[in-house]
Nanobody, 121 residues
Framework: QVQLVESGGGLVQAGGSLRLSCVAS????????MGWFRQAPGNERELIAG????????YYVRSVKGRFTISRDNAKNTVYLQMNSLKPEDTAVYYC??????????????WGQGTQVTVSS
């Protein structure tokens, strides 16, 4: 069992930056791939970034590639999402998740409660 708690969301102007953090409980953090999902009103939740257990391999959906960076610190049981050049269309609830494969959304089994990110134009 993994419990996840996100933080770092908020309101930012277009072009700005935010860094999301997700702290995991338990001793099995390094056994899991980690990912960030987001869900905007009326849309399905989508996987936007994933990172493998060691941090050596990452995945990004095309819409955030080059603007967002996922990273992890296994010593701190924490995964991050650095978001730069934010756009109004990035507005969503962002969820941290733990799973088996960083690029395969169906393998994620544990979820945080979500943090709201709002980008104003």
């Amino acid at each position: 069992q993994v419990q996840l708690v996100e933080s770092g969301g908020g309101l930012v102007q277009a072009g700005g930056s935010l860094r999301l953090s997700c702290v995991a409980s338990g001793r099995t953090f390094s056994n899991h791939a980690m990912g960030w999902f987001r869900q905007a009103p009326g849309n399905e939740r989508e996987l936007i970034a994933g990172i493998n257990r060691s941090g050596g391999s990452t995945y990004y959906v095309r819409s955030v590639k080059g603007r967002f960076t996922i990273s992890r610190d296994n010593a701190k049981n924490t995964v991050y999402l650095q978001m730069n050049s934010l756009k109004p269309e990035d507005t969503a609830v962002y969820y941290c998740a733990a799973g088996r494969a960083p690029y395969a959304d169906q393998t994620y089994a544990y979820w945080g409660q979500g943090t709201q990110v709002t980008v104003s134009s």
